[in-house]
């Protein structure tokens, strides 16, 4: 399957950290457009990989047990609902890889116990479209001077 939008041009892939912070630059139609569509267990691979995320945590985020996950790695496209939760997922670490410019340092970050969210890593609130958005409100709120 492929990634491509072809009314846009623009593709999606994630197999570098450029290529993975270049998703903050889609628009909104575009990025929309990407949830719709099911994403490829080989995106999600190359996400994983980028984000330094493992199997355990990557299924915890998506609420998927480890059999579903090889199952639709097996047929190598995802669920609409699970596609949505990876461009969320991407969206959320394109704009901190933005913000820290630096991957290994966000990707810490992510999983680093936070005082702004009683102890816990960020990686931990993730699993739900609102936890996503939340972490994208933080990532906003440090990119205009906030200190969490």
Not at 10 to 22: G, I
Not at 34 to 60: G, I, N
Not at 105 to 124: C, Q, V
Request: charged content about 20%; some cysteine; proline content about 1%.
């Amino acid at each position: 399957m492929n990634n491509a939008n072809h009314e846009t041009g623009a593709f999606v892939h994630f197999e570098s950290f450029k290529a993975l912070k270049a998703v903050h630059l889609l628009t909104d139609g575009e990025k929309e457009k990407f949830r719709k569509t099911r994403l490829t267990s080989q995106l999600l691979k190359d996400f994983m990989t980028v984000a330094d995320l493992d199997v355990t945590t990557t299924c915890f985020i998506l609420g998927t047990s480890g059999h579903a996950y090889r199952e639709t790695c097996d047929l190598e496209a995802f669920t609409v609902d699970h596609s949505e939760r990876i461009m969320a997922l991407a969206e959320l670490y394109a704009h901190g890889y933005s913000i820290y410019n630096n991957r290994e340092t966000f990707n810490y970050w992510m999983k680093a116990h936070a005082r702004f969210l009683g102890g816990i890593p960020p990686l931990s609130i993730v699993n739900s479209l609102v936890g996503v958005k939340e972490m994208i409100s933080k990532l906003t709120a440090i990119d205009h001077g906030a200190t969490l």
